[in-house]
């Protein structure tokens, strides 16, 4: 039987920021950061940076530059699997789940749904595969939207035919995102964007996701709630432990319980995995976060795209700042503080502030 670690809150914490690779001693290249993390979150909100070189920043600092991202996909060292970023290698892990999707089998009600849209529109999907068979990779709006039976949603997918097929088709192996154009995704036929290695089996693929999330993460539940794309639990993987004050249990990756630990202030996207998961986050850290773009500006406690502020092990505050590249300023609106910052945190917390917007190459001013 698996020991049981008896963990405090601090040992958590500093599992979990150990693993997110976010003390002192800072890694040095951009691709070993994301095999730790896993993944880089795509998302189309900017108010400082786009999400995915702002996680890269925060661990890399200014040394890194989002041309090396954009590098990174250009030549396949990084593909986009559903809005996120991963080693191309870790493609063989979620390619066999992706046949498994195109073949019979059970099925939960949505997934029969979809499944059967797509099979009652197999004449346009086999058309958008011919069409990028033979002019390779194009933009949604470049692909027929001849579809026998219309997509219906309550949503704003409603009649979203083209860009939902090619959402299931990459679901199902068939198609990948080839690269960017500007903000257009680009789109191709699978087998040209994957790297043709070996193909793991469902059920290991699945444990070894586990363990690399584990990994990533230090610490989480093996069960939680469902989260859509990439979940926040990791099954089986890594040791059993246990929480001081925290109900339930947790898994831990024992390679992150050893050795010193050496904390920093950091800023955050507000998608950073350290805080991704936001009953975690309140659980391990008492970290209360919402993310606050959708809400009426009166009614914001902290901002429209506020980072959270880390120091050492604690996640202490909350940052509320917009990026004006047309104007050339980084503007500081507040820094919340969860608790009182000593001297020592305030100059720390400044100088990343500082750091922030002379990597943005903007003059910084606070309002």
């Known amino acids: 039987m698996a020991k049981v670690h008896q963990l405090s809150p601090q040992d958590a914490r500093r599992v979990a920021v150990r693993a997110q690779l976010l003390q002192r001693g800072r890694p040095t290249d951009l691709l070993s950061v994301v095999r730790q993390l896993t993944l880089l979150q795509l998302d189309p909100i900017s108010a400082v940076a786009p999400s995915a070189d702002l996680v890269a920043w925060s661990r890399l600092g200014s040394s890194y530059a989002p041309g090396d991202l954009r590098a990174a996909l250009e030549d396949r060292r990084l593909i986009e ?3 996120l970023l991963r080693p191309a290698e870790d493609l063989a892990l979620y390619r066999a789940a992706m046949a498994a999707r195109r073949a019979s089998g059970e099925l939960t009600d949505w997934q029969r749904h979809r499944q059967d849209w797509v099979q009652a529109n197999d004449r346009s999907r086999r058309e958008i595969l011919d069409l990028l068979r033979h002019r390779g990779a194009l933009p949604s ?14 949503g704003w997918t409603n009649n979203k035919n083209v860009t939902q097929m090619l959402e299931f088709l990459v679901q199902r192996g ?6 960017r154009k500007g903000r257009d995704r680009l789109w191709d036929l699978a087998e040209r964007v994957y790297p043709d290695d070996p193909v793991v089996p469902v059920e290991e693929a699945v444990k070894e996701r586990d363990r690399r999330r584990l990994r990533a993460l230090g610490i989480a539940r093996a069960r939680c709630t469902a989260f859509p794309v990439e979940p926040a639990d990791v099954g089986e993987a890594g040791e059993p432990a246990v929480v001081e004050g925290v109900k339930g249990e947790w ?3 024992p390679s992150m319980l050893d050795g010193g630990f050496d904390g920093r202030a950091a800023l955050l996207s507000p ?19 919402q993310l606050e773009m959708y809400k009426p500006a009166d009614k914001r406690r902290w901002g429209y795209f506020a980072l959270p502020i880390l120091h050492g092990d604690r996640l202490v505050g909350k940052l509320d700042a917009t990026a004006d590249r047309k104007a050339g300023v980084f503007t ?16 720390s917390v400044d100088a990343e502030i500082a750091d922030l917007a002379g990597w943005l190459e903007l003059e910084l001013r606070r309002a």
């Open 251 to 253: 898994r831990v990756d």
């Open 332 to 347: 500081v609106n507040a820094v919340h503080e969860d608790v009182p910052f000593t001297q020592a945190v305030a100059a």
């Open 174 to 179: 068939e198609v990948a995102v080839a690269g």
């Open 141 to 154: 709006r470049e692909l027929p939207n001849t579809f026998d039976k219309p997509w219906s949603s309550t």
């Open 271 to 289: 998608f950073d995995r350290l805080v991704h998961d936001r009953t975690r986050a309140l659980e391990l850290f008492g970290f209360d976060y």
């Open 81 to 83: 699997l559903r809005a």
